[in-house]
């Protein structure tokens, strides 16, 4: 198939998300393991601000005061349980751009109804589908371990529908191979 810069281009940025992607996951993990190394010193740090300054809080969009939640996961030890969804979703995120990645990759050099593509861009598809699966299990794993109950974290349909349509999409790539094969052998 002929080099095209848009599929380069796609694939420059699909890497990129990627590795960013890793980057933040792996920040999240260190600043978890860190936290709770130093939980009393970050305790005491925040207690000593909140002393002097007032009340040290920072609040979201949706109205919950994040850093009153966050200090008391630092302080009770459940901070991992905190920041896990974010690093799961990280980690799906990396996990679909690097076959995305590999798809457009793929394009440039062969076919792009190899069957490698097709697993793919299957792949992508149930990667899409599992990330608000996985926001859901991680919110009641959030709320068994902390016995919180005033947890916000929202999943979209156009999660699902994204997901949906990469796995259909492999159902016309899979068509698209049979083709190419079947012409193959007319030749």
């Keep these: 198939m002929k080099n095209s810069k848009l599929r380069n281009v796609t694939a420059v940025i699909a890497k990129i998300i990627e590795v960013v992607s890793w980057f933040c996951c792996g920040c999240l993990i260190v600043a978890s393991m860190v936290l709770t190394i130093n939980k009393y010193l970050v305790m005491d740090e925040y207690e000593r601000e909140a002393a002097s300054n007032g009340h040290f809080s920072f609040t979201a969009a949706n109205g919950v005061d994040i850093t009153d939640r966050f200090i008391a996961s630092v302080g009770n030890g459940t901070v991992f349980w905190e920041l896990a969804p974010y690093i799961v979703l990280l980690v799906l995120t990396a996990l679909i751009f690097m076959n995305i ?19 793919r861009i299957k792949t992508i598809g149930y990667l899409s589908i599992s990330i608000p699966v996985s926001k859901v299990i991680m919110q009641l794993i959030y709320l ?8 916000d974290f929202s999943i979209s349909l156009a999660e699902f529908a994204f997901g949906l349509v990469a796995l259909s999409l492999a159902q016309y790539f899979a068509y698209g191979a049979q083709l190419e094969d079947d012409v193959d052998g007319l030749v």
């Design 101 to 119: 990645y590999k798809v457009f990759r793929k394009s440039n050099t062969a076919s792009p109804f190899s069957a490698e593509n097709i697993k």
């Design 144 to 151: 068994a371990v902390t016995g919180e109950t005033n947890y």
